[in-house]
């Protein structure tokens, strides 16, 4: 392997053979070399060009399984971090570093959602996994856009808190609701004790987790 400016480099086989025996994948290096170390490291995509990426190979944020490449990371503890394309910086009082925020501020009710976007570097995936921290500002509303506006496109706001697509097709949410045993409402989770609807959007199914702020 090669190593250079903290960028590791494995070289699985020479370069006279064909291109499919380059590093196509952190999982590919990961079978190759079962003890490497999470890290940064070379990969060869599908247009012949080589990426540095993040591989987790140990799994910490994916109950222990390694081989992870790292799509997007946003860690605003850390300093100089900025929110990404999409998503504005708010400070608050009780927390000692911003915040990435909906750009849109839902004085007016509006409830517009504002986006980003993670490149996956034309790499094919068929999993998914990470970590995600979000706060509450006022109150959340769960699903109760979707119950009554009857929202049946993933391309409007069905939701409050974070959703994660990919091609317009739903990944997995991260949903806030009001209070655990709120009565007669659809502001709170769709389990709680409160909530008649107890239903989520056909697109979202149950892929997500819903928390009372």
């Not at 860690?75 to 400070?91: A, D, F, I, R, V």
Request: charged content about 15%; some cysteine; glycine content about 10%.
């Amino acid at each position: 392997f090669e190593k250079d400016n903290g960028v590791i480099s494995f070289i699985l086989c020479p370069s006279t053979l064909p291109d499919n025996c380059k590093n196509g994948s952190c999982s590919d290096i990961l079978l190759n070399y079962p003890n490497a170390t999470s890290g940064y490291y070379n990969l060869t995509i599908t247009n012949g060009s080589t990426i540095s990426v993040y591989c987790d190979m140990e799994g910490s944020n994916c109950g222990g399984e390694g081989g992870w490449t790292r799509i997007g990371f946003i860690n605003m503890s850390e300093p100089g971090t900025t929110c990404p394309t999409g998503l504005t910086e708010k400070q608050y009082d009780n927390i000692a570093y911003n915040l990435c925020a909906n750009k849109y501020l839902h004085h007016d009710y509006t409830f517009r959602c504002s986006s980003t976007f993670f490149s996956s570097y034309t790499l094919n995936y068929t999993k998914v996994c990470g970590r995600l921290r979000g706060y509450t500002q006022g109150h959340g509303l769960s699903f109760s856009k979707y119950y009554y506006n009857r929202i049946v496109s993933i391309s409007e706001q069905y939701l409050s808190g974070v959703s994660i697509t990919h091609d317009n097709k739903h990944i997995w949410s991260y949903v806030n609701g009001f209070t655990e045993d709120y009565n007669g409402d659809a502001i709170s989770c769709p389990c709680s004790t409160g909530n008649f609807f107890n239903t989520t959007p056909p697109f979202v199914g149950n892929d997500y987790y819903c928390e009372s702020g």
